[in-house]
């Protein structure tokens, strides 16, 4: 069985090489503007973009990854709060990052149209949201077979999917359980997003249809425009 987001032995997203491509294309796209990185983790794409002159405001709940993010680069800022409901005092950005599968992390459909509706409330006019493009990366190998309900050779790992919906849990260590194959209430829901799931919800929230960049592994979310003069 494949490990589709999460490997226990890594805190990488991407591998080095995707990740790479991805940070390279944020930095073309984004410029020395002002962006709000969205669940930074340890500053994967934050620290980059504040090196190359964004001002950039780096957001977690995670305290210690902050306290990473502060000391790679002192010239951002760090902010602890949830990304799906940022504090409305950090004001407007030019974009609004949300990448390294944090967006899978939104499994419910309703929830997804309010996160995207409060973050266009964010941007500055001609702004945009960036999503890591999780149809891309993700549903080839669903298609083929390499996610099925199972559990690695080693007891370490087991996936089980929601029966109606797109929708699984990963049990890691002691929660593997290979006589469970129901997901629990409280069990940790991703959303291996597809492409009509992304441009339902966009659309519902008041955004264009995604601007797909496959090679760097992201998508853009563009507010539709509110007047003709826009």
């Known amino acids: 069985m494949m490990n589709p987001l ?10 080095s090489e995707d990740s790479a491509a991805q940070i390279d294309a944020v930095k073309r796209l984004v410029g ?9 983790g340890q500053g ?17 709940r995670s305290a210690d990854a902050l306290h990473v993010c502060q000391q ?4 951002m800022q760090t902010v602890r709060g949830d990304f799906t409901d940022p504090p ?5 950005f030019d974009w609004l990052l949300c990448l390294g599968n ?23 006019t001609g702004g945009a949201v960036v999503l890591d493009d999780l149809p891309g990366m993700l549903w080839p190998n669903v298609a083929v077979g390499d996610w099925c309900d199972g559990v690695d050779a080693q007891e370490r790992q087991q996936l089980v999917w929601q029966t109606r919906d797109s929708v699984l849990t990963i049990r890691t260590g002691a929660q593997v359980d290979p006589d469970c194959w129901t997901v629990g209430a409280d069990e940790l829901l991703i959303r291996v997003w597809t492409d009509a799931a992304i441009h339902l919800v966009a659309q519902l929230a008041g955004f264009r249809a995604p601007e797909v960049d496959a090679a760097a592994g992201i998508l853009v979310l563009r507010p ?7």
Request: glycine share 4%; charged share 25%.
């Open 88 to 92: 409305k005092e950090l004001g407007q």
């Open 102 to 124: 944090t967006f899978a992390l939104i499994h419910d459909v309703d929830k997804a149209v309010a996160v995207l509706a409060r973050w266009k409330q964010m941007l500055r």
């Open 6 to 15: 999460f490997d226990p032995d890594s805190s990488a997203p991407f591998d």
């Open 224 to 230: 539709v425009p509110t007047t003709l003069a826009d």
């Open 44 to 60: 994967r794409v934050a620290v980059p973009l504040a090196m190359h002159g964004a001002e950039v405001v780096a957001l977690d």
């Open 32 to 40: 020395p503007t002002r962006v709000c990185d969205l669940g930074c």
């Open 72 to 75: 790679a680069s002192a010239s």
